[in-house]
């Protein structure tokens, strides 16, 4: 027979107050059912744990023994029937996500604040890497979400919002282009590129903009990082391409940002979870309040 924490709670309080009226009057119950209570404890544990009688009630010298491991054994159990709780209606728990480092530098963190303001007691472990490292983490649910660039065909995958970002020049102050309201597709052609490195979802969109106009880039340098692309461009080593909402393309104010006439340079970007698993609660308020944010910054830019 198994511990029962009633039975643990009946113990506790006779022994505290050393009366099953008492104890009785406590917990809400009759006598009779009070003691069915400690007669299946002493049962369970298969030994007399008071001594009583008409007047008293004292606890045995087991009884001594086991209060104070049975008092922390119902506290703990307790604290994990709230956290459990807490973990099932959203209140509490862990957001575990994935996304785009031009996400993660953007909106993400206002997110999180609005996220801390409706469940404090959220906590968040972000991963932000290039679009098919998130969706590994997805798929081998080293997280729950992923905010992805590029097309999701995957079918290991339920994609929870599809959007796009729309791809911007950033060139050099003097630079010929700049002088320009919008930059083409030739125009670019005929100019060094900064490009990210190959891999990236930028880089995937632009070589197929440039691939399907059948036009070979000048590439002057493939950085990693934007911000490093951003230091080339204004050292003058060329043009770079990147999201529009990139916090890079706005962390150089004397860099000029011009959009391209080309609805080629649209980078996709999905929200993704592995198809077949359910999302914690407390991911999924995060997830409503991210797709709010997601629809807010289509309606602002109707272009992507």
Known sequence: MDLNLRDIRAFIAVARTGSFTRAAMQLHLSQP???VQIRR???????RLFDR???NVALTPTGRELLPVLAK?????????????ALGDGSSGVVRMACLPTFAASELPELIQQMN????????HIR???AGVVEALVRNEDVDIGLTGGEVNDAEFDVLH????????????????ARRK???LADLATVPLVLTAPGTSVRAVVDTALAGAGCTPRIACEPTYMMTAVAMVRAGLGVTILPASAREVRAEPQLRVRPIADDAFLRPIALIKKRGRTLPPVTQTFVGMLLDRLASSSEANPAE
């Open 33 to 35: 059912a009070l003691t």
């Open 41 to 47: 404890l002493e049962e369970t544990v298969g030994v």
């Open 53 to 55: 009688n008409s007047r």
């Open 73 to 85: 054994s119902l506290h703990d159990m307790e604290h994990v029937l709230i956290d459990a709780r």
């Open 117 to 124: 303001a409706a469940v404090p007691r959220a906590g968040f």
């Open 128 to 130: 932000d890497a290039v």
């Open 162 to 177: 599809a959007g796009a970002d729309r791809l911007v020049a950033v060139l050099p102050p003097g630079h010929a282009l």
């Open 182 to 184: 919008q930059v083409s």
